[in-house]
């Protein structure tokens, strides 16, 4: 009981020096910090806690690609592809290519034309280079033989899911370069499960606009509007945004937003409304200065997302490669939409399945009502165990506080989220940390009621109710360990400091009492129990 | 220096002559628990119910809840649930999960803020669509299942049948009463109510736990002893420490309780019923039980002590 090994008491205090500095950080105001983390060499910590979005405000987003829209391109794509094969293989249709589903099917009669055609549709399927297999290996589509000539194209689910998986990868670049263009410290983008993205910015004021740039899929496309006389299958009757009532549209696409290099808002110098510059690449420049000098005199639509924003006449050929969108905006749409042209468009349409948007204002709310209620708790605490157990209650109280920066300390290390029920649960540890030195003190009580000597009461006391801390708090434990890998965020903040603090409490209220009692007994030697 | 204590030094108190008390009472209350649940359900909040959750400040400083209760007829929302708080400055609106999906529930969060944002502050914007509520159902079921399995499998290996036994059966009775806690207060259960419910699970095996070291050391001890008497002998010796430790853990629930904010306030209160229930089961619920299972059976217990 009263002999300690020199490198136990060097590492628990050691331990504790560390999460002192630790911390630090955390309690200095940002800017210090700032200068701090420029100042300082690499090992020293300079990490603040990360706050949760609970707690600084923000917004969390939950997006899901749309896998029923990612098919549907897939079997547009696949359709495209039997045509051009059928088309270089001379092979004769009967009928057209039909869509059903995930299915393509064709009738190709001859069978010579067939013999031709299949081994390279059998190439689309299995292509030479493996990265558009699926992680399963699996081939993505399955071609069936019918009978008179019927081909059937199958999209397979492997297929599926690798085309939604890229996707997703796709979503999470453009998501990015949309987020990144609100100049928002630390957005916190990543995959969620098969076809999910979860989108995370701290500190945001206005979701409206984060929402808006994120659920826009903002696929831009040139076309020109069709002609009275126009043959009904070639035209598309589209929306238009600044007046009501649907404009007929060529469905053939002159230049396509991902041949757009820049996109800038300005301001028309006629008229000073907002209106979004923009760029071509080398082959969108050309197509479009083709385009403009074939059809001089008739207006042109500028869609976006299936809605015509502007549809302006061609005064003359445009072949310099650049040009601009006017469209009655206001200064903050023609922003937003030159921040969505420049980040590109999104390979399939997303929805907001899950949104928790906490405002800065209620974030800093709930930063105070935690801190009281860790005061008041933490105070009601001291108090109760020092009138309880007198100097021993000391130790616990000393021990407590050291506890409690261990926890702080544990949570910089691992750079985890101090979310508003991570608070609670660091609380919560405040009233159960003391557990420990209870079990130790009522024991060292009773062993000394039955008529032990001081000396040996101690050391039976923390001996026999070690087993049992053990046992209590491991119960806990697990039960912390479930809570992390079941829940997200601020739950998941809750089980991290719960689990910290059991981890921390038996380092703090067994080792480090003991330390100090037996410190007091060396230098006191008293005869009697203080409790 | 004499010490403050509630539980007085070499009490004897004979707690098994209670269990004619608590066993008819902690089987009232189950059966409330349980009829209530089954007639009223658990009052889900939008993380298993699906729907928007707003909280909102009025610019003003006086929330007009009439006009904040009308937005359900004038946009077909269905009913709106408007509760003030914090002065009356505050309310939170709560809008039922729409028909039609995740685009459904944007399009309605859209509709009430147009209409509402020159006279309020959003300080909390939350939606679940239906999709993700159904997982979030899913995970704190499995939530709840694993942490009674991973009960069972520490009782299991830790203690002998009988004792594992009462265990089991006084941290199902906690579990119960949490549950019915929530039913009768109609508290909003969500998902950190989940986490609640877990972290009072571990709590009241923790309760359990140190009485039935206790126990089991003094079966070793006191071999001729009649049980009730032993199981009261242990239990005079560890209630010092059990009222101790609950109280320190009440206090630092009440804490939570009235300063740490509404958000957390039914978190806070489930915890605190926990842990009453806790404590109480762990004395009146679980010890009991071994006189019925007679535990001096077992000569010789399996696990280290």
């Known amino acids: 009981m009263l002999r300690f090994a020199r490198w136990k008491v060097a590492s628990v205090l050691a331990m504790t020096m560390v999460s002192f500095f630790l911390i630090v950080p955390s309690l200095l105001p940002a800017d210090l910090r700032t200068a701090m983390q420029k100042a300082m060499p690499k090992w020293v910590p300079t990490q603040a806690i990360v706050l949760g979005l609970d707690l600084q405000g923000g917004a969390h987003l939950l997006l899901e690609v749309d896998s029923g829209d990612v098919l549907r391109s897939q079997v547009n794509n696949l359709r495209d592809d039997v045509r051009r094969i059928l088309r270089e293989e001379n092979a004769r249709l009967s009928g057209g290519i039909g869509i059903q589903g995930r299915t393509v099917q064709f009738r190709v009669p001859e069978g010579s034309d067939r013999g031709r055609a299949l081994p390279k549709l059998r190439a689309l399927a299995n292509p030479a280079g493996a990265s558009s297999l699926g992680v399963s290996g699996a081939p993505p589509f399955e071609i069936n033989e019918q009978a008179d000539g019927l081909l059937q194209i199958v999209v397979t689910d492997a297929g599926v899911n690798e085309r939604v998986r890229r996707a997703v990868d796709q979503t999470i670049e453009v998501l990015r370069r949309r987020v990144d263009a609100l100049g928002t410290t630390e957005p916190n983008i990543q995959r969620q499960g098969a076809d999910r993205v979860l989108v995370q910015v701290p500190g945001l004021q206005d979701t409206n606009r984060l929402k808006e740039l994120l659920g826009t899929t903002a696929k831009l496309e040139f076309r020109m509007v069709a002609d009275p006389g126009a043959n009904p299958g070639d035209v598309d009757q589209l929306d238009q945004t600044d007046q009501p009532g649907k404009l007929p549209v060529e469905k053939r696409v002159m230049v396509e937003g991902e041949d757009l290099t820049d996109a800038q808002p300005g301001f028309d110098q006629r008229t000073g409304e907002p209106i979004v510059n923009f760029r071509f690449n080398i082959r969108g420049g050309q197509r479009f200065g083709e385009a403009t000098s074939a059809n001089v005199g008739r207006p042109f639509a500028i869609v976006l997302d299936n809605k015509v924003i502007s549809a302006p006449r061609i005064l003359g050929p445009i072949t310099g490669g650049s040009g601009q969108i006017s469209g009655r905006f206001t200064v903050e749409q023609a922003n937003n939409l030159s921040i969505l042209l420049r980040a590109g468009a999104l390979p399939a349409k997303l929805s907001i399945v899950e949104e928790r948007t906490v405002g800065p204002g209620l974030g800093q709310d709930s930063i105070e009502a935690g801190k009281r209620a860790a005061y008041v708790a933490g105070v009601l605490v001291f108090c109760y165990m020092l009138i309880t157990y007198g100097v021993f209650g000391v130790f616990a109280d000393l021990a407590l506080a050291i506890h409690i920066i261990m926890i702080f300390a544990g949570l910089v290390l691992l750079q985890a989220t101090l979310t508003l029920p991570g608070i609670a649960g660091i609380v919560l540890t405040i009233g159960m940390a003391v557990d420990s030195n209870v079990l130790i003190y009522e024991r060292i009580r009773e062993e000394s009621r039955a008529g032990r000597s001081v000396v040996l009461a101690l050391d039976a006391g923390f001996n026999r109710a070690f087993a049992t801390i053990i046992d209590s708090q491991s119960t806990m434990f697990v039960a912390a360990v479930i809570l992390y890998f079941l829940g997200s965020g601020p739950v998941r903040g809750f089980a991290v400091s719960l689990g910290l603090g059991i981890l921390t409490t038996v380092v703090t209220a067994v080792t480090m009492t003991r330390m100090m009692i037996a410190l007091w007994y060396r230098f006191g030697r008293p005869q009697k129990l203080p409790i | ?305």
């Open chain 2, 1 to 305: 220096m004499r010490t403050f204590r509630l539980a007085p030094d070499n009490m004897t108190f004979g707690f098994m002559r209670l269990r004619r008390v608590s066993y008819p009472f902690s089987a009232l209350m189950s059966i409330i628990s349980v009829l209530v649940f089954l007639a009223w359900g658990l009052n889900f909040g939008i993380d298993f119910a699906g729907g928007t959750l707003l909280e909102v400040r009025a610019k003003s400083g006086q929330a007009d809840l009439a006009q904040l209760r009308g937005l359900g007829d004038r946009f077909a929302l269905g009913e709106v649930e408007v509760q003030a708080f914090g002065g009356n400055s505050d309310a939170t609106v709560r809008i039922r999960l729409q028909p039609g999906g995740d685009a459904a529930q944007q399009a309605a969060v859209e509709r009430v803020r147009e209409t509402i944002a020159n006279d309020y502050e959003f300080r909390r914007i939350e939606v679940v669509g239906p999709r993700v509520s159904g997982e979030l159902v899913q995970s704190g079921t499995l939530g709840v299942v694993l942490s009674i399995i991973s009960v069972l499998i520490y009782l299991w290996f830790r203690y002998e049948w009988q004792l594992a036994v009462a265990a089991v059966i006084a941290t199902m009775h906690d579990l119960l009463l949490t549950v019915g806690f929530f039913a009768v207060t109609r508290l909003e259960f969500n998902i950190t109510s989940i986490a609640a419910i877990l972290t009072i699970v571990g709590l009241s095996l923790n309760e359990t736990v140190v009485v039935l070291d206790r126990i089991r050391e003094m079966m070793k001890k006191y071999k001729k002893l009649p049980i009730p008497q032993m199981i009261d002998l242990s239990i005079n010796a560890v209630l010092s420490r059990t009222i101790m430790t609950s109280t320190t853990t009440t206090l630092a629930l009440l804490a939570l309780v009235f300063f740490g904010g509404h958000v957390i306030q039914s978190f806070s209160l489930a915890m605190m019923w926990g842990v009453i229930v806790a404590t109480y089961s762990s004395i009146f619920i679980c010890s009991p039980i071994l006189i019925y299972l007679g535990v001096r059976d077992v000569t010789e217990p399996a696990a280290k002590s």
